[in-house]
Each structure stands twice: as structure tokens, then as C-alpha cells.
T-cell receptor
């Protein structure tokens, strides 16, 4: 079993809908949680970073962490065709390396 | 114009040949990383370096080698010992003072295809 699980998708939504993405993990030592967006044939770019449990909002993006359930989420409001990409979750314990999920491919249809 | 550059964007290699992928950054970051990305498997760490003239193996270092002679540069050599080298290779760097969070910033990647 992988340390971080992420549904590969594709997740297809109409423009303007809310995109809901999530990852589950097994290592209770993870404290730092990130979401990256990766366009096709490009490098990932950091979208959101969250420490420990709670919510964080940045524009149309909201990241949630539920450490008790070992579950993190990313919500994208008012989705646009330009949000079509692969979204990678990543997490780490203090002092350790990043562990990535496999990525979820998102398609936002006009 | 600051950032991380990787070259070439596409690379083709015959079996049995070594090939070196370039990674350069002008962000003054101390730490640099190499990852391999395969479809559906996320990113896997090959090597990383936290300081010049020092580097450590990641999870899948076999068949790869690196050097870190300059702060700005962290080239990756894919050797003939790597059994399945066709993949998308990503270089990343991390700003100083973010050791705990390990917030990494990625280059555009090199797609290596072995013919």
C-alpha cells in the first residue's frame, strides 16, 4: 500500500463548478501538507501549503487538513478551463523528505 | 529573470549510453533535488543535495549519479545501469529557512526517451 493515495481521475467538471480533490495517507507523523498544480509536460508549481490541521484559503483555492482522519482536501471554486491540470498532493514529517501522491487529472469543460 | 532551468526539454538516448541532464538555478537556493515522474506514480526522489560538494541518495538512486560542484548547478547522469530510464525528470530547489516545510520549487522538466 502506498504511503499517500490519490485518485488518478480524470475528474471532469463544467466551468464554474467546484472541484474537490483529496488525498489519504497512512503516516501519522506527516505535519506539512502541500498541493501542486502541474500542466501537461511542465514542472509542478506550488499552490497551497498547510501546516498541521485546519483550513487555508487563497483566492479560489481552499486547502483542508484533517489529521485525525489522515485526509487532506483541495477545493477550487468557480473553476475555469485554465484550471485543467494534474493536481499533486505532497506531505512530509519534520526533517524528512517530501512524499507525493500520484496526482489527479482535472478537466474543466467550457 | 530568476528561476530553475533544465535542459534539454526532450532527450533521446540509445540503450547502453550514459546521458547527463542539466539543472541550473539562480535563486541562491542551497538545497536541490532530482525526481523521476512516471505516469500514475507521482514523483520519486532520486538524489538530493543540501549544500555544495555534498549529496545523498533518495529512494531510487540506483543507475543514477550526481555532482554538486557549484551552488547553482546540480547535473544528473543517467547511466547504462538504469534498467528503465524512459521517464520525465524534474529538478527542484528549496529556499533557505524552509528546512522544516521543505517547500520546493520545480524546473520545467526533461523528458528522456531510450530508443
Amino acid at each position: 500500500q502506498k504511503e499517500v493515495e490519490q485518485d488518478p481521475g480524470p475528474l471532469s467538471v463544467p466551468e464554474g463548478a467546484i472541484v474537490s480533490l483529496n488525498c489519504t495517507y497512512s503516516n501519522s507523523a506527516f505535519q506539512y501538507f502541500m498541493w501542486y498544480r502541474q500542466y501537461s509536460r511542465k514542472g509542478p508549481e506550488l499552490l497551497m501549503y498547510t501546516y498541521s490541521s485546519g483550513n487555508k484559503e487563497d483566492g479560489r483555492f481552499t486547502a483542508q487538513v484533517d489529521k485525525s482522519s489522515k485526509y487532506i482536501s483541495l477545493f477550487i471554486r468557480d473553476s475555469q478551463p485554465s484550471d485543467s491540470a494534474t493536481y499533486l498532493c505532497a506531505m512530509k514529517a519534520a526533517g524528512n523528505k517530501l512524499t507525493f501522491g500520484g496526482g489527479t487529472r482535472v478537466l474543466v469543460k467550457p | 529573470d530568476g528561476g530553475i532551468t533544465q535542459s534539454p526539454k526532450y532527450l533521446f538516448r540509445k540503450e547502453g549510453q550514459n546521458v547527463t541532464l542539466s539543472c541550473e538555478q539562480n535563486l541562491n537556493h542551497d538545497a536541490m533535488y532530482w525526481y523521476r515522474q512516471d505516469p500514475g506514480q507521482g514523483l520519486r526522489l532520486i538524489y538530493y543535495s543540501q549544500i555544495v560538494n555534498d549529496f545523498q541518495k533518495g529512494d531510487i538512486a540506483e543507475g543514477y549519479s550526481v555532482s554538486r560542484e557549484k551552488k547553482e548547478s546540480f547535473p544528473l547522469t543517467v547511466t547504462s545501469a538504469q534498467k528503465n530510464p524512459t521517464a520525465f525528470y524534474l529538478c527542484a530547489s528549496r529556499p533557505e529557512g524552509t528546512g522544516s516545510t521543505d517547500t520546493q520549487y520545480f524546473g520545467p522538466g526533461t523528458r528522456l526517451t531510450v530508443l
